[in-house]
């Protein structure tokens, strides 16, 4: 299918400059793995792919993977190659297949997006099991804190999994989640959450009709923390207790340094603080992990080239625990789909001429937050995303005469093939170009939020130069999502929540599994849709500058959110609408009990957690009733805290402390095989 910009909504000049005909032709030139087939599960091999392209337009290359029986899905999408002496390479293709034995599929499809040639192909690779004899093994990954276990086939019908535990004892058994046997080839699984330098034994267990049978252990001893990596030190404030929930016994933690240049990768550490899994794309920049999910892989925003020149939050990866990635996008490939779906402000940010006119709009990154969510059979995966989108000179108040750089968002819902099939836009420009009623475009953020370029947060903004306003509108900047799958009353929603810091609101969208027309259907916060029922009194009961706002109990609440308090602590800039008299103070922890029918928020929790977090930050209800939260950025510091509610009161006590590296967010789980489901 040809994809093009033409179809899209651009101005009048793009349109006359990028709608020429064009015409190529796209060939493969080779397609090889790093190492010759067949190779043992568990081995790394990278592919390279070059192509040829008689046409002008940059080539892109995807690739696609197809198990063992199996069909082809995509694994990485389209991103441009590099090209020297006619000949255009793939940007680098590395594959780690960890599930099954078998002959394989490998495709590389090389397209060129101006044109919309095409070209592709497609070479088995044979995959041998460990396992040997029958035997059961257990092997080193890249991560030396996790250990790839094969075992012999089981019957069809059974389920199996890894149990492991230390050999000097002392701590209680884990394991992996079970998994449905295949009678034709060996069981294999990633072991993670396991200490540095310390002998295991592990083994399969195999459940027939509730019937479970251990089969022969196998030793394995993991490897130290690598002295490459700086790890952060963590302080044990409040120990495990009473009160503490034990059984949510790991704690993930995605570090971030706001205030330093040290970076450290993403830890999973134990209640006493001691590290049990880790993750480092680079020590050069970040990898936000956003979303820990049930089939032992995690959702992660990373820095990477993609199309365009800039390379802050370019990649959106699934990972699995041995940081193998599983599938990637890009937000060029996203972008590409968006124009296609008829997103005017989701196309890439260099087609504009400087300076941008009036209208430009485009997709800059991916932002803070990825989820998952099923409908049904089918799998979806939601991300954030930044947009910019230029205004008339004065909008918002903005006083340089010049048109105005404003930063808004976009949602965007992907399919199992991680492809575009839902957005919204912040901007609203189908309809109207004004925004949406609830969230006009003339509604300022209340501390006058801005961004200049090179900014910390700002860093991949695009449309900014000379003839824009200096300085963007830093609008919503927002910071998670939620899938809702039923509504308070216990009926079908299948709507989208999300966060805005800027706006100290949190808002629902009418996404309804798909078929929504994207209404903004209600706002939560200060002048919102919502009255607070104040039945404590407090001074400034609601939620500013906040994060990670989910529903909790699979929908039926309360809502958890992570109140930074930025605008209740520094106090209203230009819009001092609806704002309290009182300020100050520290950041919350805080769970309402949400009406949508009387449109009333009651507090369940407002738990002041002893320091001000100016950003980042996260909640969670716990499997025994407590709270949890990552106040993320205090003093150089983040801190993990467990409250123990006080009945007949919206505050409690800390049943648990933990002072570490900053942190951006922060889960409770009993395993890394059992994440929670907010």
């Given at each position: 299918m040809r994809v093009s910009w033409c179809g899209s909504r651009l101005p009048a000049v793009?349109?006359?400059?990028c709608c020429a005909p064009a015409f190529s032709a796209v060939s493969i030139v080779s397609l090889s793995p790093s190492v010759a087939s067949p190779e043992a599960l568990g081995t790394s091999i990278s592919w390279t792919a070059t192509a040829s392209n008689t046409g002008k337009g940059k080539l892109t290359f995807r690739f696609n993977i197809a198990p063992p029986g199996g069909h082809l899905s995509m694994v990485a999408d389209f991103n441009v190659g590099t090209l020297s002496s006619g000949t255009w390479t793939a940007p680098p293709f590395v594959w780690v297949p960890t599930a099954m034995e078998g002959v394989y599929r490998v495709q590389v499809v090389a397209k060129d997006f101006t044109s919309g040639a095409q070209a592709s192909q497609t070479v088995s690779f044979t995959v041998s099991p460990?396992?040997?004899?029958n035997a059961p093994l257990a092997v080193a990954?890249?991560?030396p804190l996790v250990a790839l276990f094969s075992a012999p086939a089981c019957a069809v019908?059974?389920?199996?999994?890894?149990?492991f535990a230390p050999l000097s004892g002392g701590v209680p058994a884990n394991s992996t989640n079970w998994v449905n046997c295949n009678a034709s080839a060996s069981m294999t699984f990633e072991v993670a959450g396991m200490y540095p330098s310390t002998a295991y034994s592990m083994f399969a267990q195999t459940?027939?009709?509730?019937n479970i049978v251990n089969g022969p252990a196998v030793s394995f001893t993991t490897g130290p923390l690598p002295t490459s990596i700086p790890f952060p030190e963590f302080n044990?404030?409040?120990?495990?207790?009473a009160s503490t929930d034990t059984a949510d016994s790991t704690v993930l933690i995605n570090t971030t340094q706001l205030s330093g240049t040290r970076l450290y990768p993403n830890v999973a550490i134990d209640l006493s603080g001691k590290v049990m899994w880790y993750y480092s794309a680079s020590l050069n920049h970040g990898s936000t992990i956003t979303r820990p999910l049930p089939n032992a892989t995690m959702l992660t925003i990373q820095y990477g080239k993609a199309w365009a020149t800039t390379k802050n939050q370019q990649l959106l990866i699934q990972i699995d625990l041995a940081g193998n990635t599983i599938r990637e996008t890009n937000t060029g490939a996203v972008q590409q789909q968006l124009l296609s779906l008829g997103a005017v402000d989701g196309g890439p940010c260099d087609v504009f001429p400087s300076p941008p006119p009036v209208g430009s709009g485009c997709l800059d990154t991916f932002s803070h937050d990825a989820i998952q969510f099923n409908i049904g059979p089918n799998q979806y995966t939601a991300l954030l995303s930044d947009i910019e989108r230029i205004f008339p000179a004065g909008t918002q108040g903005d006083t340089s005469g010049l048109p105005v750089d404003i930063r808004g968002s976009m949602i965007v819902v992907l399919d199992s093939n991680w492809q575009a099939v839902w957005y919204w836009d912040s901007f609203n420009p189908a309809g109207g170009g004004n925004g949406y009623p609830l969230l006009p475009i003339t509604r300022v953020a209340p501390l006058d939020e801005i961004c200049s370029i090179g900014q910390p947060g700002c860093d991949a903004?695009?449309?900014?130069?000379?003839?824009?306003?200096?300085?963007?509108?830093?609008?919503?900047?927002?910071n998670s999502l939620y899938y809702w799958p039923t509504d308070t009353s216990g009926g079908a929603s299948g709507d989208l929540v999300w966060s805005s810091r800027n706006q100290d609101w949190v808002m629902k969208v009418d996404y309804h599994n798909g078929t929504g027309k994207g209404d903004l259907l209600w706002t939560m916060g200060p002048c919102g849709s919502f009255a607070f029922n104040n039945v404590y009194n407090d001074p400034w009961p609601w939620f500013s500058g906040q994060h990670d706002a989910g529903m909790e109990n699979n929908g039926a609440g309360p809502l958890t959110v992570f109140d930074d308090g930025n605008t209740r602590v520094s106090r209203p800039g230009r819009s001092t609408q609806c704002m309290p008299g009182a300020g100050g103070g520290n950041s919350r922890g805080m769970a309402l009990s949400v009406d949508e029918a009387g449109m009333q928020v009651t507090p369940v929790l407002s738990a002041d957690l002893g320091g001000f977090s100016p950003a980042n930050g996260s909640a969670q209800l716990l499997s025994n009733g407590n709270y949890f939260f990552l106040s993320g950025v205090v003093a150089k510091s983040g801190y993990a805290i467990e409250i123990f509610p006080t009945p007949g009161t919206e505050t409690g006590t800390q049943a648990l402390n933990i002072q570490g590296s900053e942190g951006y967010?922060?889960?409770r789980m009993p395993s890394l095989y059992a994440p929670p489901t907010t």
């Open positions: 793009l349109v006359a400059a460990l396992v040997k004899s990954t890249a991560n019908g059974s389920q199996m999994r890894i149990s459940n027939t009709n509730g044990i404030g409040v120990g495990v207790g903004i695009q449309l900014l130069g000379p003839g824009i306003s200096p300085t963007a509108i830093d609008w919503l900047h927002c967010r922060a889960w």
